[in-house]
């Protein structure tokens, strides 16, 4: 985490915080620092801030708009999800559809190269919602979702898209992707532990979630429960900003603007280290890929002939390099990946790798 991040919340919380309002400094402070954080999302995801609704995590928010979103559907009606996708992109629409009797259909993908098939293979006309992802945190594949949003409004179903894994390496735009809502998590993209949900407004004032009979209707209040963690809201606005930072820009410049310009400038550092890492684990026998998108963040998951992934990672941690093993929550693409619930050893490039890390990975890799 970037020390501007910390050194946000910490300030936020010894400034003085309370419930939001305009009559003194303190509410004024408060008010203010809700209201940036919610602009700073909206910049990073292309999107109103109006419609910006920030809760526990991702998961949570996942599940609470699957439970509002549902309560239009019944039989008969039918609910895309990926297999490629986290499982808190798959669980809340699937538990949410079976409460009322709507239909699961699966979107799948191929396991040799994790590309996902044509959504219009599972599209029809009493199709309600798909979910699909940016981008896997298992596999690295960045799928076409404008392409596959533009299908869904085909059919008139809405689009909720997981940025969690995207919003770290590469520019979001809700637009662009046809997403209808887009989630991300603040931690991804080196801030706190928070989830996010961006829609448009219009459409957020459409929905009426549970909510407490005293808490305000008002969008995109009536979607966050209890009272916001404000020191958390300051540390997002920092990460937002730092992600603006990471390449040198005047200071003056749109934030969006600057946006563009970092993520840019990064998808080509990690793209560089991307390809020296495939490259040296194409060297190595038998250390195997799984996947090969045409499109993907610098995720990489491995297997190795003869280790099982745990043996793998504890091995690499004697080469001072950590690269987890697991399936991450993507349980359904390490199933359907051949992987079972064991997946495999994760590989994560990010702002501050470096080639000699790599190479250490390389290393301690070719040493097993």
């Known amino acids: ?90 669980r809340p629409w699937v538990l949410a559809a079976e409460a009322r009797g709507a239909t699961v259909r699966w979107l799948d993908f191929d396991p040799a190269t994790a590309e996902l098939h044509d959504v219009r293979e599972v599209l029809s006309e009493r199709t309600r919602l798909v979910a699909v992802t ?50 991300c998590s603040p931690y991804k993209f080196f801030g706190p532990h928070l989830g996010a949900v961006a829609a448009d407004p219009a459409l957020l004032e459409t929905l009426s979630p549970d909510k407490l009979l005293p808490s305000t209707d008002a969008v995109p209040e009536r979607f966050e429960l209890g009272t916001l963690p404000y020191e958390m809201l300051a540390g997002v606005t920092a990460a937002v900003d730092a992600l603006a930072d990471l390449v040198a820009q005047p200071a003056d410049r749109p934030r969006r ?12 550092h990690e793209e560089t280290l991307l390809a020296r890492l495939l490259d040296g684990v194409d060297r190595l026998p038998g250390v195997r890929v799984h996947g090969a998108p045409a499109r993907r ?8 002939e ?38 495999g050893v994760r590989v994560g490039l990010s702002p501050y790798t470096t080639a000699d890390e790599v190479d250490r990975l390389l290393a301690g890799l070719a040493s097993l």
């Open 1 to 90: 985490m970037p020390s501007r991040v910390a050194d946000a919340v910490a300030d936020a919380m010894t400034a003085g915080m309370c419930q939001r309002g305009s009559l003194t400094p303190v509410q004024r402070r408060t008010e203010e620092t809700v209201g940036a954080a919610r602009a700073a999302l909206g910049d990073l995801l292309g999107t109103d801030p109006r419609g910006v609704v920030v809760g526990r995590s991702m998961t949570a928010l996942t599940f609470e708009m699957a439970r509002t979103l549902a309560q239009g559907w019944g039989p008969g009606d039918e609910v895309v999800v990926s297999r490629l996708d986290h499982d808190s992109n798959i």
């Open 134 to 183: 940016a981008a896997s945190n298992l596999l690295g594949t960045r799928p076409d979702v404008a392409a596959i949003s533009a299908a869904a409004h085909e059919v008139g179903a809405l689009v909720y898209v997981d940025a969690v894994h995207l919003a770290a390496h590469a520019v979001v735009d809700r637009t662009a992707l046809g997403a209808d809502l887009v989630a």
């Open 257 to 268: 603007e600057r946006l563009a310009v970092s993520l840019t400038g990064l998808e080509v």
């Open 297 to 304: 963040t610098p995720t990489v998951l491995l297997g190795v």
């Open 306 to 343: 003869g280790h099982d992934p745990v043996a793998v990672q504890e091995h690499l941690v004697t080469h001072d390099v950590l690269a987890p093993a697991g399936s991450f929550y993507a349980l359904e693409a390490s199933r359907h990946a051949g992987l079972g619930d064991t997946g």
